[in-house]
Every structure is written in C-alpha cells, then in structure tokens.
C-alpha cells in the first residue's frame, strides 16, 4: 500500500482545511486508517483512527469536536476534515494504515506511512 496525503495549507485561526490521502492497492480497504502530525522539535503525535469500513472512529483529545475523519474505499480515499482551526494545530500531517484499532495512538504500531502535508495556522 502506498499513500499520499495532500491538501494541507496556510490558513488564519479559526479556519478550515481538509486532507485527503490516496491509498494504492486493494489492500486499503481491510486496513484501519490514522492521521498523525508532527510539529518541529516535537514527536508524532496521534491525530484521529477511522477502522476499515469507516463507521468506528477516534480521536485525540485536543481536536475532538473539531476534526472529522472519513474514508471512502471505492476510491481508496481517507480523509481529514479540520475546523476551527488553532495555531497550536501547526505541523506535518501524515495518513497512515494497517495499524491496531485497540492502540491507535502508538505511530510504532502502523504499517504503512505517506509523505506528510504541511499545516500552518496564523494567528
């Protein structure tokens, strides 16, 4: 499986912005998906999990409310819509898959990694 995320941008406080990440290979479909991010100086850091079919998700405490993941895997597609966006937000966003459902947070854990997409939010 290869993946590719995009979408990321400059945008103000308060904004918004979807990623998006194109997964290659049929495979994508049975494997649970994550965003992660990482901000400089800092480490990765869990983001949101979407399962395989798309109907069990989770989230890290500081974008619960705010961020919405999805997929759509006739088009191999997994997808994080951003709201409300605040400058501590700012870093790579990366999309991942083939991970443990029951321990998304740990990024050792997951298989397969695309090239991140930078997210910057001004104040």
């Known amino acids: 499986v290869q993946l590719q995320a995009s979408g990321g941008g400059v945008v103000q406080a308060g904004g918004s912005l979807r990623l998006s990440c194109a997964a290659s290979g049929h495979s994508f479909r049975s494997y649970s998906g994550a965003w992660f991010r990482q901000a400089p100086g800092k480490e990765r850091e869990y983001v949101a999990h979407?399962?395989?079919?798309?109907?069990?998700?989770s989230y890290a405490d500081s974008v619960m409310g705010r961020f919405t993941i999805s997929r759509d895997n006739t088009r191999r597609m997994m997808y994080l819509q951003m709201n409300s966006l605040k400058p501590e937000d700012t870093a790579v966003y990366y999309c991942?898959?083939?991970?443990?459902?029951?321990?998304?947070?740990?990024?050792?854990?997951?298989?397969?990694w695309g090239r991140g997409t930078q997210v910057t939010v001004s104040s």
């Open positions: 979407v399962g395989w079919s798309g109907t069990s998700t």
């Open positions: 991942a898959a083939q991970g443990r459902s029951d321990r998304p947070h740990d990024p050792l854990l997951w298989g397969y």
